[in-house]
């Protein structure tokens, strides 16, 4: 038997099928991956050993299955799971066990998947390179000096490390895609509503949205197939069916795209894009063109203000979240030492708790919304957003689905671009539109520049997920996947 830990989630859900081997041995095998190496990687803020072999087990006894029954996954450490700790990467939560499961996690284990832990992550989502994480950065595999991108790098490093076959990301302004580029991996950000947000821990209430990460994009399929579905304990979860992405990308990895248009975004060009990504971009056009793909222009004139229109409504909504982070009902509780008013202990905690990019944001997002200042920002910003929806709803009426790369640059190194906050915020500069639109996107690796990955980005419309999954795979079939240097 081959390494466990190197085969596809198709292929250890498929392996454990036919009794060839126990999800008890694909757990341990996973486990004791992640013993090797996360002393170096940091992907992993808990893990659970104990939790996930009993999950297995209960798989192995016949009492759950399904397609990825037995098939170990990586949580994100902002979904709340019941009696294991759950911190959002900072401080104020540190220690915090909630009493209850978030929907996704609850159909994690209803699909009977042994979850193998809580991924480091850029505190309460707010970064692009897990540098932000209360707890110490996650590590690239693909060079251990670089970020594996943010804010979900720690699912993206265990999943490049092959600490895990599968993870759960969320994506705010890019969070699933970035991570996923620039570690090689395939990140997918599902339609706004499509996956369920109870049991998240808020950042932006609007644009949050989790979806499924994986190394190919049938594995990821077939993740976002167990979590995505209405939920009606989510009032903006949408009560529709979740299209059949797996078929989807079961039908673009045979690699016919004979009459897909895909349109390529004028206002991307002239980006600052390194010369690496671009030419890993381009030639992946051509790898499309040639299983029949027509590629057209198009013009979305407002994606030029999404940066600013996001880092004024997501640090808006994260303000107004994160006031429930008081030291009062839970988590860490500063100076209380009977001296001091309320108020002072709320202001300490707060002080103490939260790191400096979510200092930031709350800062921000106080002042737009205060008096006089909310129709001139985030009112405006709204606006803004509203334009963009219409550059994407214009764009879809020419197209199936607009490309570009995920990010303008790979893995950069640690501290290149914490002193400047613009400079790491560039790193969202893609794919931010499609989260203030709410539509599905998808990052597959596509090359390498300089040694590390690039990513491929697709954007669908609204509740056209399978679009982007069938392009993904075709992508896929032509260029394949990327294996970092071994650990």
Known sequence: MSDLTRLSAAELASLMGKREVSAVEVATAHLDRIDAVDERVHAFLHVDRAGALEAAAAVDRGEITGPLAGVPIAVK????????PTTAASKILEGWKPPYDATIVERLKAAGMPILGKTNMDEFAMGSSTEYSAYGPSKNPWDLGRIPGGSGGGSAAALAAYEAPLAIGTDTGGSIRQPGAVTGTVGAKPTYGGTSRYGLIAFSSSLDTPGPCGRTVEDTALLHAVIAGHDPRDST????SVPDVVAAARRGATGDLTGVKLGLVKEFAGDGSEPGVTAAFRESLEALVKLGAEVVEVSCPHFQYALPAYYLIAPSE???NLARFDGVRYGLRSGDDGSRSLEEVMSLTRDEGFGPEVKRRIILGTYALSSGYYDAYYGQAQKVRTLIT???QAAFEQVDVLVSPTTPFVAFPFGSRTSDPYQMYLA???????????????????GLSEGLPVGFQIMAPTLADDRMYRVAAALESAV???????L
Not at 77 to 84: F, P, R
Not at 428 to 446: E, H, K, M
Not at 480 to 486: K, N
Request: with cysteine; charged share 10%; proline share 14%.
């Open 428 to 446: 969202d500069l893609f794919t931010i539109p499609t989260n203030l639109y709410g539509g599905p996107a998808i990052s597959v690796p596509c």
């Open 237 to 240: 979860s949408i009560p529709q």
């Open 318 to 320: 994260c303000s107004s």
């Open 390 to 392: 219409r550059d994407f």
């Open 480 to 486: 394949g996947t990327f294996t970092p240097p071994a």
């Open 77 to 84: 450490d902002v979904m709340a799971t019941k009696g294991i």
